[in-house]
């Protein structure tokens, strides 16, 4: 990991988001993308309690939170409180059959294909909103790069070096940067107008 500056940094740096993203969350309140940053809030939270007080790999927490964060974006995806309720025990079935596994690649390769999904529907959200509306939303834009940035912290996790300190504080600082953002963003802040 490094000296112990580096971990009380890396402490720091994360405290510094969640509290961020509290902020954020404060912001979107009873918005469209509320379940999007409470869900993404709650698996940060959880992530740091986990870690620091028990040393334990948070790679299932993030699996469960981004299974929850599909419905979030797709608001059609589950249109009844029956269906919603099969799949969140759906999703912790499968977190639980992967817990006595503690499988680092499987968990995060899952979640590594939810965040690919999510940048999908962002996409398809602004194809959408540009060829009936001719706008852009600012707010699918930002939350596009925000699932993409995620997608290439663990494909680099994966593939690439692995999840090590600096690859750790790059995407971290990043994940405070986008939280500020969305702190004074909203679906209401800007529209693009494209004239054609």
């Given at each position: 990991m490094g000296t112990e500056t580096?971990?009380?940094?890396?402490?720091l740096v994360s405290h510094a988001a969640t509290i961020?993203?509290?902020f954020?969350?404060?912001r979107h309140f009873r918005g469209e993308y509320f379940y999007f940053f409470l869900f993404s809030n709650c698996s940060n939270i959880a992530g740091l309690i986990l870690w620091a007080l028990f040393s334990y790999n948070t790679n299932l927490v993030m699996l469960f939170f981004a299974f929850l964060l599909?419905?979030?974006?797709?608001?059609?995806?589950l249109k009844n409180s029956r269906e919603k309720l099969i799949?969140?025990?759906?999703?912790?079935?499968?977190?639980?059959?992967?817990f006595p596994v503690n499988s680092p690649f499987v968990a995060v390769s899952l979640v590594l294909f939810i965040y690919l999904f999510l940048s999908l529907s962002f996409t398809r959200?602004?194809?959408?909103?540009?060829a009936f509306s001719a706008e852009i939303n600012l707010i699918h834009s930002l939350l596009l790069f925000y699932?993409?940035?995620?997608?290439?912290?663990?494909?680099?996790g994966l593939i690439g070096p692995g999840f090590g300190y600096y690859n750790f504080m790059v995407f971290q600082i990043i994940n405070i940067i986008m939280g500020i953002i969305f702190t004074f963003v909203t679906p209401d802040t800007k529209v693009f107008k494209i004239k054609i």
């Open positions: 580096d971990y009380g940094f890396l402490l961020v993203w509290l954020t969350l404060i599909i419905p979030a974006v797709e608001n059609q995806f799949y969140l025990v759906a999703v912790t079935t499968v977190t639980l059959v992967l959200k602004i194809i959408l909103s540009v699932c993409l940035s995620i997608v290439v912290k663990i494909y680099n």
